[in-house]
C-alpha cells in the first residue's frame, strides 16, 4: 500500500507540478483538495460522531468533569523529586542559576514553576517532525488510495479505464478523477453509516448509464428497432423512479431515527441538568477531594 501511495503521489505530481505553469492544472488539484478535506454533508457527520443509543451506559455514566487537561508533559511529571533532582543537578552545572530558582521557589510559586518548566525543555532532546508540507501532501495521497482501492472494490472496469488514463495522460487523469469524486464519494461514504440506501445510490446510479446508453442506441437505430429500444427506456424510467423513492424513502427512515434519537437525547440533558442544579455542592466538594487526593499522590512521588 504504501508503495502505491508514493507512486500515486508522483504521478499527480507530474500532472500538476510539473506543469505549474498551467493554471488550469492547479485549479483541477485544489478542486481535488477541497473534495477530500469538505465534510460529506450527514453521511460523514454520522460516522464520525454515532449518536449514543438512549440510556446507554455512555449517557447514564457521563462525567460532567471530563475535561482536557492544558498541562504539558513536564507538568505532568513535575514532582518534588524531579524538582530536587534538577536543583541539585544545575547546582553543579551553573550554581548562580540554582540560586536563583531556590529563592524564587520561596517567593513566588507560579514563576518558580515557569522555571523549572524552562529547565526541563533545555535538556530535552527535540523530536524531529515531519514538515508540514509533507504531512499535508501524504494524507491527501492517502485518501486518494483509500477511494481507489474502493472503487476497484465496487467498479473494477472503470477503475481499469482510469488507471490506464493515470499513465496515458496524468493531467486528463486528475480531471477524470475529480468527476469521478463527485459522483462517488457520497456513496463511499454512506456505506459506513447506512449500507441498505448506498446499495440504493448504487442502483440509481447504474440505472442513469443504462438510461444514457439505450439514448445512444436510439439516436443510431433503425426505426423498427427504435420501437423495443423506447420500450425498453421505458422500462429503465420507471425503475429508476422506483428507485428515486426508495431512496428518499431510505433517507426519511433514517433521518427520523436520527430524529427520535436526539429528541429522546435532548429530554435526557434536561433531566440531567435538572439534576446537577440539585446537586451542585456535593459535586463541587466531590471534585474537590479528588484534585486535593491527585496533589497529595503527587507529593509523595
Not at 218 to 234: F, H
Request: glycine share 0%.
Amino acid at each position: 500500500m504504501k508503495s502505491n501511495i508514493w507512486r500515486t503521489t508522483s504521478l499527480l505530481e507530474r500532472a500538476v507540478f510539473m506543469h505549474s505553469n498551467q493554471p488550469a492544472a492547479w485549479r483541477l488539484l485544489f478542486v481535488i483538495i477541497a473534495g477530500f478535506i469538505g465534510v460529506s454533508a450527514i453521511a460523514d457527520e454520522t460516522a464520525s460522531n454515532p449518536t449514543p443509543k438512549p440510556g446507554s451506559a455512555e449517557e447514564k455514566n457521563e462525567d460532567i468533569w471530563k475535561e482536557y487537561s492544558f498541562s504539558s508533559e513536564e507538568d505532568l511529571q513535575l514532582t518534588e523529586k524531579q524538582i530536587q533532582e534538577i536543583l541539585e543537578q544545575l547546582k553543579k552545572t551553573d550554581p548562580q542559576r540554582a540560586a536563583q530558582l531556590e529563592t524564587l521557589q520561596k517567593k513566588n510559586t507560579e514563576k518558580f514553576i515557569a522555571a523549572i518548566r524552562d529547565e526541563i525543555r533545555k535538556h530535552k532532546k527535540p523530536t524531529p517532525e515531519q514538515p508540514k508540507q509533507e504531512k499535508w501532501k501524504e494524507e491527501l495521497f492517502k485518501k486518494h488510495e483509500a477511494f481507489l482501492v474502493w472503487f476497484k472494490k465496487e467498479y473494477p472496469q472503470d477503475h481499469k479505464e482510469l488507471i490506464d488514463l493515470q499513465i496515458e495522460d496524468p493531467e486528463k487523469y486528475v480531471q477524470r478523477f475529480m468527476d469521478l469524486m463527485k459522483i462517488y464519494e457520497p456513496i463511499q461514504k454512506m456505506e459506513r453509516s447506512n449500507p441498505k440506501l448506498a446499495d440504493t445510490m448504487k442502483k440509481n446510479l447504474e440505472l442513469q448509464k443504462r438510461r444514457d446508453a439505450l439514448l445512444l442506441q436510439i439516436r443510431i437505430a433503425s426505426k423498427d428497432q427504435q420501437l423495443k429500444l423506447v420500450e425498453d427506456l421505458r422500462s429503465v424510467v420507471s425503475q429508476r423512479f422506483d428507485t428515486i423513492v426508495l431512496e428518499k424513502q431510505l433517507q426519511y427512515e433514517w433521518l427520523r431515527k436520527r430524529l427520535d434519537d436526539m429528541t429522546k437525547k435532548v429530554e435526557d440533558r434536561a433531566k440531567e441538568l435538572e439534576s446537577l442544579h440539585k446537586n451542585k455542592e456535593q459535586s463541587v466538594q466531590d471534585r474537590m477531594n479528588e484534585l486535593m487526593e491527585r496533589t497529595e499522590k503527587v507529593n509523595w512521588d
